[in-house]
């Protein structure tokens, strides 16, 4: 049940000004797609490759896409920008933070567009969103921004809560930066944090295991590389649990999470195509603005709050952009 229109961002590449096509006549522009998932189906591929089609382009007749698949394992991002860079693409897309950080320490020619990296100056990919210079560019989630507003959705749900589990991987750096963000905004809520690491798969259990033997009232789980891979086990741990939980990214509510408030990541993977077309025509990648969202998603999932006992309060389901019935 659709609330608002889901998403609307600064800028876009209608607004950007069209420079002389890059490429030498006849020549295929070739583009290195670094992704954080698994092979397979993947709506945040498959949402570039829309924008792509939206643009003109063609996957296989007029451009060719060299895809390289993390699947969850940071410690596999700089092996595999490496085996792009050596394959020499024309630009790198990377949609997530710990991509784009590598994607960075690779490469200082390539031009690279990244997508959903939480806060690009803090993660020091640019050093300002409006001149960002240098190879990098794109579209930021300002995800480690939201920890304010997320809180208050917790309490919102879970109003006697005073302790709040955050589940985040301490070799991510988008998840650094978003519990710093959950720290800063905690006190003024009445709200103490409790985080549990996963720096792997097989710590999941333990830190739910944590959480109840520590009587965490809510849980905020926070997006990254390793989370969004095992997206489908942590939101069932959550469930068996029965812990309220709000989750980073919609990705989440999509497998049964309960809510998630966050940018639209798919439509941030889409526009990413904006930036590769304006890059293949000739613009410098310095020279293009990092966009920041100007509206966020609060996704309600029902079935999940009748799995754990919760009502929602009216004032709740009126904020929300999506419920699922």
Known sequence: MRRRASIALLGGAAAWPAGAW??????????GFLFHGSPGSS?????????????????????????RFASGRLEHLPQLVAELVRL????????????SVAAKQATRTIPIVFAGVADAVGAGLVANLARPGGNITGLTSIS???????????KAIAPKASRVAVLHDPADQSNVLILKQLRDA????????????????????????????????????????????????????????????????????????????????????????????????????GDLPVQQPTKFEFILN???????????????????DEVIE
């Not at 020499?88 to 991509?99: E, G, H, N, R, Y």
């Not at 480690?144 to 959705?153: H, I, N, S, T, V």
């Not at 029902?302 to 929300?320: C, F, Y």
């Open 144 to 154: 480690a921004e939201l920890g304010g507003k997320r809180l208050q959705f917790i």
């Open 43 to 67: 709506k945040e591929i498959d949402a570039f490759r829309q924008g792509l089609r939206e643009l003109g382009y063609v996957e296989g007749q007029n451009i060719a896409v060299d895809y």
């Open 22 to 31: 890059a490429q030498q006549p006849g020549k295929v522009p070739r583009i």
């Open 302 to 320: 029902l079935r999940a709050a009748r799995v754990l006992g919760l009502e929602i309060p009216p004032t709740l389901l009126v904020q929300a």
């Open 186 to 285: 905690a006190p003024s809520l009445g709200l103490t944090l409790q985080p549990y690491e996963v720096r792997e798969a097989r710590e999941f259990g333990g830190a739910f295991v944590a959480m109840a033997r520590e009587r965490a009232d809510a849980l905020f789980g926070a997006p990254g590389v390793l989370t969004f891979e095992h997206r489908t086990t942590i939101v069932d741990l959550a469930a068996r649990s029965r812990i309220p939980t709000l989750w980073g990214h919609r990705q989440f509510v999509d497998v049964g999470g309960l809510m998630s408030y966050a940018v639209n990541f798919y439509d941030q993977c889409r526009r990413a195509a904006g930036y590769v077309d304006q890059i293949l025509r000739g613009t410098g990648p």
């Open 88 to 99: 020499k693409p024309d630009v790198i897309v990377t949609p997530s933070t710990q991509a």
